[in-house]
């Protein structure tokens, strides 16, 4: 690779962490590992070819043109949490993966029943990836670092809100939330 396509591959790795909170190898990779995929089936469950995939998780390509595929993404993250916690069992994430990968994209919010843990109260790791997501399917992560900057001088709390779950990690999402309840 010479240094011209290194500095791509580094910009649209950037691109990636303003747009999708991370670069999409390593969320990629994550869901590989969390849900006991492959980059095959990955690739068929969000409904992209497999060569796509690779070039997103490269960095040779830098966004998701689908905002389906994007919601797919949103909708695998839960289930990856879910399964996490315990609260899906690996047959249920199989049956929820055929589910996803038949999805043409929605409400985020849909599935609000079985966003609960055992205590019938949602996690506040769930709320919070709830906002990320809602947020993140009105806007791409640049536009809502855009609107924040433009926010900022008059409104510094609300530009903070839309950093943080707009374009943020989800711990520091988890911790804003936290020290914002009373």
Same mark, same amino acid.
């Given at each position: 690779m010479d240094a011209a396509q290194q500095e791509a591959t580094a910009r649209a790795r950037e691109l990636q962490r303003n747009w999708y909170g991370e670069p999409l190898g390593a969320l990629f990779r994550k869901l590989i590992d969390? #849900? !006991?995929l492959n980059q095959a089936r990955l690739a068929a469950v969000l409904g992209l070819s497999a060569p796509m995939l $690779?070039? #997103?998780? $490269? !960095?040779q390509r830098a966004k998701i043109g689908n905002p389906?595929? *994007?919601q797919r993404v949103q909708l695998l993250q839960e289930l990856a949490s879910q399964v996490a916690d315990g609260? *899906? $069992?690996a047959a249920e994430a199989t049956e929820r993966m055929e589910e996803i990968k038949k999805s043409q994209g929605g409400s985020v919010l849909s599935n609000t029943t079985q966003t609960t843990g055992s205590s019938g109260a949602?996690?506040?790791?769930? +709320?919070v990836r709830e906002i990320q997501s809602l947020l993140r399917s +009105?806007?791409?992560?640049g536009d809502i670092i855009d609107a924040a900057d433009a926010l900022a001088p008059s409104h510094p709390e609300l530009a903070e809100f839309l950093r943080v779950y707009g374009a943020g990690r989800t711990a520091d999402a988890v911790?804003?939330?936290q020290s914002h309840q009373s």
């Open positions: 969390d #849900l !006991g $690779s070039q #997103l998780m $490269s !960095g389906a595929v *994007v609260s *899906v $069992s949602p996690t506040v790791k769930r +709320v +009105v806007a791409a992560a911790a804003h939330y």
